[in-house]
T-cell receptor
Framework: ETGVTQSPTHLIKTRGQQVTLRCSSQSGHNTVSWYQQALGQGPQFIFQYYREEENGRGNFPPRFSGLQFPNYSSELNVNALELDDSALYLC???????????????FGPGTRLTVT | GNSVTQMEGPVTLSEEAFLTINCTYTATGYPSLFWYVQYPGEGLQLLLKATKADDKGSNKGFEATYRKETTSFHLEKGSVQVSDSAVYFCALARNMNYGGSQGNLIFGKGTKLSVKP
């Protein structure tokens, strides 16, 4: 039990719609990362938030955006959904550490998004 | 750029067999290396990690040694159980030396392991 929760568990949307996925991090974890895991693939880094600001981004277009809140919750928003956005979306929170060496990311169970 | 390559599956073994899942990486600097496991319908769980060359990570009978000379981090277990059936991901993260930014994980494609009784 990592203490990271995500909602909803499953979601079905139509192409062109917008979606918001939610994550609740462990208390005290001030860094949250979001990943996209397509079927049969490893997770791909979308972006990371630290103290409510974006702090690194992977190769994803601007229609993928996020928010992080002071209560350790966060959101992933995707606009203009495309069929290829169908995937498992994972959030991961990290305990604050000075050096970052050997840090550990705690993953939530994910949200399965299907775009039709 | 940074990348991780791991052996393709699926891997099917009988209970109590020896397991090796190969993982090699390409990275600038000195990354930390990880093995994550994903059980059916669940998120990722950290299995073990190593933060510098020659470190050995171990957990639940699994081991992996950080080999800088061969840029490898192969996962091994001497005797697998049915309950080890899952998808295993090798991953790396750059070590960051300033507060807050912990770097992102770069994953391999995963290796599905099935253990038969």
């Amino acid at each position: 039990e990592t203490g990271v929760t995500q909602s909803p568990t499953h979601l079905i949307k139509t192409r062109g719609q917008q979606v918001t996925l939610r994550c609740s991090s462990q208390s005290g974890h001030n860094t949250v990362s979001w990943y996209q895991q397509a079927l049969g693939q490893g997770p791909q880094f979308i972006f990371q938030y630290y103290r409510e600001e974006e702090n690194g981004r992977g190769n994803f277009p601007p229609r993928f955006s996020g928010l992080q809140f002071p209560n350790y919750s966060s959101e992933l928003n995707v606009n203009a959904l495309e069929l290829d956005d169908s995937a498992l979306y994972l959030c991961a929170s990290t305990h604050p550490g000075g050096s970052g060496e050997g840090y550990e990311q705690y993953f939530g169970p994910g949200t399965r998004l299907t775009v039709t | 750029g940074n990348s991780v390559t791991q052996m393709e599956g699926p891997v099917t073994l009988s209970e109590e067999a020896f397991l090796t899942i190969n993982c090699t990486y390409t990275a600038t600097g000195y990354p930390s290396l990880f093995w994550y496991v994903q059980y059916p319908g669940e998120g990722l769980q950290l299995l073990l990690k190593a933060t510098k060359a020659d470190d050995k990570g171990s957990n639940k009978g699994f081991e992996a040694t950080y080999r800088k000379e061969t840029t490898s981090f192969h996962l091994e277990k001497g005797s697998v159980q049915v309950s080890d059936s899952a998808v295993y991901f090798c991953a790396l993260a750059r070590n960051m030396n300033y507060g807050g930014s912990q770097g992102n994980l770069i994953f391999g494609k995963g290796t599905k392991l099935s253990v038969k009784p």
